[in-house]
């Protein structure tokens, strides 16, 4: 019996309700990931994630390959004990991470060479290493490895990528399909302090098969049309997949050609599958790709923005820094169930920020998790009520006047 599993409700045009079943429990769609690059998500702690509404989290195996190494954190148990998380989780291949070194790495059809700007060690990275890495962590959705090149890229390049990408998904299949049948390789004995508890390594019996997972593929191409159709064609011609990535997007195109690239592959992907779209988290973007048939997303600007003082309101972004805000005692906005907006006003935020307390940037990183979490929950209430069309463009509307007022920010990335 498959550990996974995808079932789908009240379409509204290409929109739809789901809920994406995995190991550690199922996951209402459209949903939106916060990202734990190292297993955390920075400056907050699992139960803060949980009550901001999250379902799952994503980490990052290049990062936790390098720290504290994936045979490591199988050894504390998995990803999932090791960051106290008891839920649905998802790895990034670190194709992103180690293609954005582009001055420490080379590419030839084996892999990615790459030297670690940590300590300048040489490592190379495989489809079949990094299969091994991402067993290792255990989460329970795992990443192929991609090729990612600059967004803007010529037709050319842009289909020498999404084809070498559809080649080490073959060879990505086939390791993870080997790891399932003959188990994981021992790792080496690693000593623990006196009086602490034994390492799950230990117990080879329990320690060697590989967890339940699932390989998500990523739909690779660009902006061109054909690129992204023929992607989508060798991944469905290459297996049967719990799921799909769309992947390349939101790396500086025009938010209308990502738009477009949405409308090009919702139709070809099977209706069956969860559609988890990579690097995406601004809210206009989310609905636009909710109601184009996208359900699972993640990105690491609505923290990162939040930690440097720009929160997200249904009325458009507020930069909490402002000399507009010093004395302004109203909350961030009354729609937010976060302690940002609970318990604070905006003179209060705005004077711990420019302070350089800790506790801002917590707060306004959580408010902005916790805005993009009850707005996937509000898409969802409208799907199963049948208003998520209607509800969608009026709030669309709303956000679109006052971010146009102020001026709007730059691509999400993966």
């Known amino acids: 019996m498959s550990h996974f599993g995808f079932r789908t409700a009240h379409?509204?045009?290409n929109a739809r309700l789901g809920w994406f079943t995995t190991p550690h429990g199922t996951i209402e769609t459209p949903a939106f990931m916060p990202v734990g690059t190292h297993a955390s998500v920075r400056g907050l702690d699992m139960g803060e994630i949980r009550r901001a509404g999250a379902q799952m989290i994503l980490a990052n195996a290049y990062h936790l390959y390098l720290r504290p190494g994936d045979q490591m954190v199988r050894a504390f148990g998995g990803v999932h004990a090791f960051a106290r998380w008891d839920g649905p989780m998802l790895t990034?291949?670190?194709?992103?991470?180690?293609?954005?070194?582009?001055?420490?790495?080379?590419?030839?059809?084996?892999?990615?060479?790459?030297?670690?700007?940590?300590?300048?060690?040489?490592h190379e990275y495989t489809p079949e290493k990094v299969m091994q890495i991402e067993r290792n962590i255990g989460a329970d959705v795992i990443m192929q490895l991609d090729e990612l090149i600059e967004g803007g890229s010529d037709h050319r390049a842009s289909r020498k990528a999404m084809e070498r990408s559809l080649r080490w998904l073959e060879r990505c299949r086939v390791e993870?399909?080997?790891?399932?049948?003959?188990?994981?390789?021992?790792?080496?004995?690693?000593?623990?302090?006196?009086?602490?508890?034994?390492?799950?390594?230990?117990?080879?019996?329990?320690?060697l098969p590989a967890p339940?997972?699932?390989?998500?593929?990523?739909?690779?191409?660009?902006?061109?049309?054909?690129?992204?159709?023929?992607?989508?064609?060798?991944?469905?011609?290459?297996?049967?997949?719990?799921?799909?990535?769309?992947?390349?997007?939101?790396?500086g195109e025009a938010k209308s050609a990502m738009y477009d690239t949405f409308d090009v592959c919702a139709p070809l992907l099977p209706w069956d599958k969860p559609?988890?779209?990579?690097?995406?988290?601004?809210?206009?973007?989310?609905?636009?790709?909710?109601?184009?048939?996208?359900?699972?997303?993640?990105?690491?600007?609505?923290?990162?923005?939040?930690?440097?003082?720009?929160?997200?309101?249904?009325?458009?972004?507020?930069?909490?820094?402002?000399?507009?805000?010093r004395t302004d005692r109203r909350p961030l906005t009354?729609?937010?169930?976060?302690?940002?907006?609970?318990?604070?006003?905006?003179?209060?935020?705005?004077?711990?920020?420019?302070?350089?307390?800790p506790l801002g940037p917590r707060l306004l990183a959580l408010h902005n998790l916790t805005f993009l979490m009850q707005l996937m929950e509000r898409a969802r209430t409208g799907l199963a009520a049948g208003t998520f069309t209607t509800w969608s463009d009026e709030w669309l509307r709303r956000y679109r006047t006052r971010t146009a007022f102020t001026g709007s920010a730059s691509a999400n990335g993966r």
Request: contains cysteine; proline residues 6%; aromatic residues 8%.
């Open 334 to 357: 009354d729609e937010c169930a976060c302690p940002a907006c609970t318990q604070y006003d905006r003179a209060y935020l705005r004077h711990l920020m420019v302070t350089e307390e």
């Open 212 to 251: 339940p997972q699932a390989l998500f593929p990523i739909v690779q191409g660009g902006t061109y049309a054909d690129l992204r159709r023929a992607s989508i064609e060798g991944i469905l011609q290459s297996g049967d997949w719990h799921g799909i990535a769309v992947g390349g997007l939101s790396v």
């Open 11 to 13: 379409p509204n045009g």
């Open 275 to 325: 559609r988890y779209l990579m690097g995406v988290g601004f809210p206009d973007d989310l609905l636009e790709a909710v109601s184009r048939g996208m359900d699972l997303f993640d990105c690491v600007a609505p923290t990162r923005m939040g930690r440097h003082g720009t929160v997200f309101t249904a009325d458009g972004k507020v930069q909490i820094q402002k000399s507009s805000n």
């Open 92 to 122: 990034d291949s670190g194709g992103y991470q180690v293609f954005s070194l582009a001055r420490y790495r080379k590419v030839t059809e084996q892999g990615v060479e790459f030297r670690n700007k940590l300590d300048g060690s040489l």
């Open 176 to 207: 993870f399909d080997r790891l399932e049948r003959d188990g994981r390789a021992p790792v080496e004995e690693l000593a623990v302090p006196d009086g602490a508890p034994p390492l799950a390594t230990h117990d080879e019996a329990h320690d």
